[in-house]
């Protein structure tokens, strides 16, 4: 298990080999690189091929939410936005997220926390395939 400190430095995460709370205190604590942005990370519910996986970003009370499986990808169903917007990986490389997976920053919290508890696409979410 990774510790708290190289929690922190990861942009990526298999969610079946570090703690929920671990997964949950990096997001809170990563500083994006712009104060209009945001960070953001894959979260992978193992390590085998087509693994899927969860892109969750956090930018102050809001977030962005996508859900990959079987080459399909899914929104929140409630999700807004018309725009891009600008999420920043933890080494810096721009990552934009699309237009329609905002959400508040509690629902990423609490999707990043069912998938690291199921391993699974979080119920809590209401998602729709783009």
């Known amino acids: 298990m990774a510790s708290s ?15 929920a709370d671990d997964v949950l205190s990096a997001l809170r604590a990563a500083e994006p690189p712009r104060p209009d942005a945001g960070v953001v990370w894959w979260l992978y519910a193992g390590r085998k091929p087509r693994t899927p996986y969860l892109v969750a970003g956090l930018r102050g009370a809001r977030g962005s939410l996508v859900w990959h499986e079987n080459g399909e990808t899914f ?3 409630d999700g807004a936005g018309e725009d891009p917007v600008d999420y920043f990986s933890l080494q810096g490389a721009h990552f934009p997220q699309p237009a329609g997976s905002d959400v508040s920053a509690e629902e990423v919290l609490g999707a990043v926390r069912e998938l690291c508890e199921s391993r699974t696409q979080p119920a809590c979410v ?4 783009t």
């Open 5 to 19: 400190e190289d929690a922190r430095r990861r942009t990526g995460y298999d969610v079946t080999e570090t703690a």
């Open 75 to 77: 929104f929140p169903a």
């Open 126 to 129: 209401s998602w729709k395939r």
